[in-house]
C-alpha cells in the first residue's frame, strides 16, 4: 500500500501549500519541504526492504511491489502500479531533487509562494506516477499532467532578468513541443491496445499483457516510432530540441533542477521500460539511426557549447549542457545486449548514473 502513497503525498501536500499561503509565506515552504522529506522517507523505506535488482530476464520485469485497482474495467484500464530495482532508483532520486528543489526556491520565489509550491509538487507527484505506472493509459495521464504545471514555473516565476513575453514564449514553446509528443503517444498507445484487441479479443492496457501482443513487423515498427519520437522530444533529440534551450534559461531554479534532473530522464526510462521491451525487433532495426542520431547531436552540441554568447550568460544553460550529452548516451547505448531490447543491466545503470549526475550538477 506504499506505492500510492508515494503519488498521494506531493499531491495532498501541493494542495495544502496552496490554501495555507494565507497563514505566511513560510508556511507553504515548510509544507513543501516536509511533503517532500515524507516522500523520500518511504522510498528509503523501499529501498532498505530490499530485494531489489536493476536487471530483469529477457525483458520481463521482475516487481517487487504492486499496487492493483479497478479504475475504467469496460476498457482494462487499472490504476495499476509496481516497483522494481530500476523504478525505485528513480523514486529516491526524485525525492532527493525534491528536496533540493524546494530548498532552492527557498528564497528566489517571493511572490505566490502558495501556488508555485503547487506546482511544484504536483511536478515530483507526477513523475513519480510515471515511474510507478504500468498500466498505459495511467501512464499517459501522469506522462501529460505533470507538463501543464512546469508551464507555469516558467511562465509565472521565470528568470527574473526576463519580461513577461520573454517567460511566456519559452513556458509556450516547451507547452506545444511537449503536447504534441504527448499526442503522438497516444495515437500509438491506442493503435498498440487496438492491435492487441484484434489479436486477442480482449481491450487492455495492461503493460505485461501488451509485451506478448502478435503484430506484423510493420506495424510494430511504426509504433515503435510513435513511442520513440515522443519519448525524443522529451528527451531530447535533434531535430526535436528546440524547447530545450529556452525552457532551462528562463525557468526558475527549481524548475531547471527539475528539468535537468528529473523531467527529462523520464524519456530514458520510457525507452528501456516500454519502447524496448514492447517492440524488440523493430528496436533492433532502429538501433543504428538512433545510435547515429546520438553521434550527430553529441557532436552538435559540443560545437554549440563553443559559443560564449550561448552557455556563459546562464547558469541554467550550464546545468542543461551536460545533460544533453548524458543523454547522447542513452541512444549511443540503445542497441546494447539482447537483440532489440539493449542490455538491461547496462541500461538501468545509464539512466540510474544520468540522475545522480544531475544531482551532482544541482548540487
Known sequence: MLLPWLILIPFIGGFLCWQTERFGVKVPRWIALITMGLTLALSLQLWLQGGYSLTQSAGIPQWQSEFDMPWIPRFGISIHLAIDGLSLLMVVLTGLLGVLAVLCSWKEI????????????????????????????LFFFFWEMMLVPMYFLIALWGHKASDGKTRITAATKFFIYTQASGLVMLIAILALVFVHYNATGVWTFNYEELLNTPMSSGVEYLLMLGFFIAFAVKMPVVPLHGWLPDAHSQAPTAGSVDLAGILLKTAAYGLLRFSLPLFPNASAEFAPIAMWLGVYRHLLRCVDGLRPDRYQTSDRLHLGFPHGLRADCYLHRQPVGLPGRGNPDDCARLVGGGSVYSLWSAL
Do not use: P, R, S, T
Not at 115 to 137: P, S
Open 110 to 137: 517571493e511572490k505566490y509562494q502558495g501556488f508555485f509550491h503547487l506546482n511544484l509538487m504536483w511536478i515530483l507527484g507526477g513523475v513519480i506516477g510515471v515511474f510507478l505506472a504500468i498500466d498505459m493509459f
